[in-house]
Antibody, heavy 122, light 113 residues
């Protein structure tokens, strides 16, 4: 069974940093593009970032987080990361990691984790 | 950026009836490598993560009831739910996977009339 388990969320002050992790199991992690998406309280879904499989510089970011967030992966640990710096109140959201349906970068998000909550507030 | 616009924002349908949700993209989302529209539909129930229902505009995921179907091409797409069941109450989102940023529609809230 494919499972994604996010962790690392919490309360942080504006301007602070957090690193989210997503532990993957049940599939060949190294062969799948992975994505972070978020959902502000009571709002819709927003794509945040995607990383391709196979190494290289295949990372993509929403304009709203470009230059502040960094997506990365450790295939030896089957773990996806999101380093979030210079956090703002508008980054407050439930952050989900998701697996590409087929593994390819341009495909639907086939499996989602339960999410980890990030709250940016003083 | 490709803007995804869903209609309606909410709808109420009687049990056993049909629900239709529309999604319009601001650009063509036909993926050249396979000649398919890169359009997905998700269902999100309260307190749960989204669940993929339909990929490539019309391909139903394994385990998804055949009451759910997707159609459309180019810039206009539709999710149809026939024989509406109580467990179908949820918010439904469309999403384009053609190009980054991978944008979602604003969501359509489906309720029972």
């Amino acid at each position: 069974e494919v499972q994604l388990l996010e962790s690392g969320g919490g309360l942080v002050q504006p301007g602070g940093s957090l690193r989210l992790s997503c532990a993957a199991s049940g599939f060949t992690f190294s062969s799948s593009a992975m994505t972070w998406a978020r959902q502000a309280p009571g709002k819709g879904l927003e794509w945040v970032s995607t990383i391709i499989y196979g190494g290289g510089d295949g990372t993509y970011y929403a304009d709203s987080v470009k230059g502040r967030f960094t997506i990365s992966r450790d295939d030896s640990k089957n773990t996806l990361y999101l380093q979030m710096n210079s956090l703002r109140a508008e980054d407050t959201a439930l952050y989900y990691c998701a697996k590409s349906r087929s593994g390819a970068v341009s495909d639907a998000f086939g499996v989602w984790g339960q999410g980890t909550m990030v709250t940016v507030s003083s | 950026d490709i803007v995804m616009t869903q209609s309606p924002d909410s709808l109420a349908v009687s049990l056993g009836e049909r629900a239709t949700i529309n999604c319009k993209s601001s650009q063509n989302i036909l993926y050249s490598s396979n000649n398919k529209n890169c359009l997905a539909w998700y269902q999100q129930k309260p307190g749960q993560p989204p669940q993929l229902l339909i990929s490539w505009a019309s391909s139903r995921e394994s385990g998804v009831p055949d009451r759910f179907s997707g159609s459309g091409s180019g810039t206009d797409f539709t999710l149809t739910i026939t024989d509406l069941q109580a467990e179908d109450v949820a918010v439904y989102y469309c999403q384009q996977c053609h190009s980054t940023p991978y944008t979602f529609g604003q969501g359509t809230k489906l309720e029972i009339k």
